[in-house]
């Protein structure tokens, strides 16, 4: 079946540092791809997505980077800040009749000040 | 512009039982989802609406349903309530599909 899974379940750096978050996915079907951030008692907060006819996306310090070849995902955030604190969770559709987002089981980011 | 709201934020119900949600999405958004968010199983697809359509159903059992109205807001029901239904539910919407916004939630506690 369908699964996305995430490599590490934790993840902590110093602030100024970039972070990795990687995800791993097995739907060779999934056209769509996105990056949430769910922060303590909040519903989760969109980050970046993006389509499988792109290899990669840039936004406001962060880039999430596509390769079907293997199906990984890997969301980027420079610069880290205390504020990025949070868990990370990537997602994937494979669109036409689906209609729903199939989740990682999410990756903590912790940075120290 | 305003998110998705659910209400209530949380509540407490007793085995056996029924419990109704709801979700008021985006205006201008006509696909609604709900997930169920457990640290065991993480966020798992209940189903989505679109037009007072349900196009998708994840796999849980009967006693989950739901309904959107023709203002598209939804709501999602869960009848003979188990311990296990402890959860945050969460109601996302979208313009159409791909990128839902996520409301903050409805945590639900079973005893």
């Known amino acids: 079946g369908e699964s996305v899974g995430l490599h590490l379940p934790t993840l902590s750096v110093q602030e100024g540092d970039n972070s990795i978050i990687n995800c791993a996915y097995s739907?060779?079907?999934?056209?769509?791809f996105i990056w949430y951030k769910q922060e303590s008692g909040k519903g989760p907060q969109f980050i970046i997505d993006i389509r499988s006819n792109m290899d990669k996306r840039q936004g406001q310090r962060v880039t999430v980077l596509l390769n079907k070849t293997v199906k990984h995902l890997s969301l980027q955030i420079a610069a880290t800040q205390p504020g990025d604190s949070a868990v990370y969770f990537c997602?994937?559709?494979?669109?036409?009749?689906?209609?729903?987002?199939?989740f990682g089981k999410g990756t903590l980011l912790t940075v120290n000040p | 512009k305003a998110g998705v709201t659910q209400t209530p934020r949380y509540l407490i119900k007793t085995r056996g039982q029924q419990v109704t949600l709801s979700c008021s999405p985006i205006s201008g958004h006509r696909s609604v989802s709900w997930y169920q968010q457990t640290p065991g199983q993480g966020l798992q697809f209940l189903f989505e609406y679109f037009s007072e359509t349900q196009r998708n159903k994840g796999n849980f059992p009967g006693r989950f349903s739901g309904r959107q109205f023709s203002n598209s807001r939804s709501e999602m029901n869960v009848s003979t309530l188990e311990l296990g239904d402890s959860a945050l539910y969460l109601c996302?919407?979208?313009?159409?599909?791909?990128?839902?916004?996520f409301g903050s939630g409805t945590r639900l506690t079973v005893v």
């Open positions: 997602a994937e559709s494979s669109g036409g009749s689906n209609y729903k987002l199939t």
């Open positions: 739907n060779s079907a999934s056209d769509y």
């Open positions: 996302a919407s979208s313009p159409e599909t791909g990128r839902y916004t």
